[in-house]
Nanobody
């Protein structure tokens, strides 16, 4: 089992920055690829970003590329999402996810956190 707990969400104005954090516990965190997803009201959950177990490879949705940065600290079992230049359309519940496969991470992750709300006002 891998337990994931997100933090760092909040209410900000457009153009501001936020850093989301995800604390992982349980199985060998360093062996898992990690990702972030978001779900806006009335919309399906969508992939935001992912980072490979060895920190080498990162992926971003086109909508956040150049504004968001994913990182991880495997020694401390944390994964982060730095969000800059936030837009009202970034408003959503952001959830952390973990999986041993990069392909499945982006579609049907094995483990999920409960999510943290991010609201961006115009």
């Amino acid at each position: 089992q891998v337990q994931l707990v997100e933090s760092g969400g909040g209410l900000v104005q457009a153009g501001a920055s936020l850093r989301l954090s995800c604390a992982a516990s349980g199985r060998i965190f360093s062996a898992y690829h990690m990702g972030w997803f978001r779900q806006a009201p009335g919309k399906e959950r969508e992939f935001v970003s992912a980072i490979s177990w060895n920190h080498v490879t990162t992926f971003y949705a086109d909508s956040v590329k150049g504004r968001f940065t994913i990182s991880r600290d495997s020694a401390k079992n944390w994964v982060y999402l730095q969000m800059n230049s936030l837009k009202p359309e970034d408003t959503a519940v952001y959830s952390c996810a973990a999986d041993r496969g990069l392909a499945t991470l982006s579609t049907t992750p094995e483990y999920w956190g409960q999510g943290t709300q991010v609201t961006v006002s115009s």
